[in-house]
């Protein structure tokens, strides 16, 4: 009860220091409140960018494999149209992918084609990309449909000149979305009837592109017939490796070792993954600065107090306050300043995190928050405890005759 009572005392003190100089209180407590401010923020904004794209990844599901050329490729040309895309690596083809299709195991198996292109309708002109597949695709995709339908085998057999169109690249094109439907796009010279609009995937390729046919890039478009990368889609995840290196023989009796690559997307996941905890640490390290800075802040002030109130400091020493009790007063202001600036910080984060998800992906973290928060706490304990010990070593006599 008698350290109950002491809490009390030491809390009710503090906070009549602070309705004293309401302004200092604010100003001091600010720089803790911007540092955990800038901390939550950031790792929001490197949380919610990392599962944005797990996101995209993980839509496509955990079985998804990538043949692609082991040179790489540039931006234009993409592949399949012309080959142009393609810098030293496989041209694959038909029979490629006719080879692949035999691979037990496989569920999805796709040629894809690539480029960006300018799209024309309704009297506009937009920049968008050009995909060239087979029905698989949309399987794999995991495409919703808007309005409209998916084309398929059909219309890949008779290289129908149909497009299945991404929700943003329609928006632009007309006044909704779903008025796509039935309209007619020219592409690269190509006129293709939309025959479906999907619904938006958050994607920004995805959702500008004009999916057609494979089979429709061929002629005067991509007269050597060859694709970008081939993708399948493997029944289970257990067979993922056992059919990448099966898929891998067979490439292997057309292609040299270093013309091609099988990339799994759980690699791809990890890769990002290893990435963002990087960007993580780099962004707490950012903003700790603006905490170390507010705590720097706080002792000055403390420093400036201790000095303001010796002579208060003198008095209580000589009616009987201890060292310990003259110590804990100031440490217990120090604390309050930075646990009442780190608290206005989170609120004010959560916030802005709740306003701005609406149109770009953060994400808070419970974990994040609580360390932001005790980082606060505890700067407050360090950098108020030298000020305080300088307040709890004063000599009495010498304080009460400070001037």
Known sequence: MKILSGTQQLFKSAFADFRRDKVRTALTSLGIMIGVLSVVLLIALGLGLKNYIEGQFESLGANLLMVLPGSGFTGEGGGGFGGQGIVGGAQFDEKDVRDLSRLSGIKYLTPVVFKSSLVQANGEEKAGYVMGANEDFFGLMSYKILSGDLWGKTEVGNRSKVAVLGYNLADDLFDKPADGLGKT??????????????????????????????????????????????????????????????????????????EFAMTELSEILSTV?????????????IGSISLIVGGIGIMNIMYATVTERTREVGIRRAIGATKRDILLQFMTESVLLSFLGGAVGLLLAAGIVLLVRIWFPVALNLTAVLVAFGVSSAIGIFFGVFPAKKAADLSPIEAIRYE
Request: hydrophobic share 40%; charged share 25%.
């Open 185 to 258: 796009l020219r592409v690269s010279g190509i006129r293709l009837k939309v025959v479906g609009v999907i619904k938006k995937t958050g994607d920004n390729e995805q959702d500008r592109s004009v999916v057609i046919p494979y089979t429709t890039t061929f002629g005067s478009l991509n007269p050597s017939k060859t694709f970008f990368s081939i993708y399948l889609g493997v029944e289970s995840k257990d067979e993922v490796e056992a059919v990448s290196s099966a898929a891998e023989k067979i490439l292997l009796r057309r292609y040299d070792e270093d």
């Open 273 to 285: 993954n290893s990435i963002f905890g990087i960007i993580n640490v780099v962004l707490m390290a």
